[in-house]
Nanobody, 124 residues
Framework: QVQLVQSGGGSVQAGGSLRLSCVYS????????MGWFRQAPGTEREGVAV???????YYADSVKGRFTISRDNAKNTVYLQMNSLKPEDTAMYYC??????????????????WGQGTQVTVSS
């Protein structure tokens, strides 16, 4: 059973930066991707970024150039570095593990392991 434990997040002013961390217990044969998702009240869950076992990364258009997903295999940790934050980035952020393809990485139902969530609030 893959377990994901998140840390980081908090409140920041627009233009600021935050880093989220997600420690995972293991990579299994049923997992090839680690993703970050977010959900603001009254909105649908949105895929933010994904990193594959081989290191390839993909991003939602809304965060390209501002967010960076990375992984430290020695620490079993995936990071989401968020720069140039905007008020519209305010949401609960979740890390997730699953098996996806490049064409469908942002579909949350493909991920079967989720972190507990962490709030990110960006004020204007």
């Amino acid at each position: 059973q893959v377990q994901l434990v998140q840390s980081g997040g908090g409140s920041v002013q627009a233009g600021g930066s935050l880093r989220l961390s997600c420690v995972y217990s293991e990579y299994t044969s049923s997992t090839n991707s680690m993703g970050w998702f977010r959900q603001a009240p009254g909105t649908e869950r949105e895929g933010v970024a994904v990193i594959y076992k081989g290191g390839s990364t993909y991003y939602a258009d809304s965060v390209k150039g501002r967010f960076t997903i990375s992984r430290d295999n020695a620490k079993n940790t995936v990071y989401l570095q968020m720069n140039s934050l905007k008020p519209e980035d305010t949401a609960m952020y979740y890390c997730a593990a699953g098996w996806t393809y490049v064409s469908n990485w942002s579909r949350g139902y493909l991920y079967n392991h989720w972190g507990q969530g962490t709030q990110v609030t960006v004020s204007s």
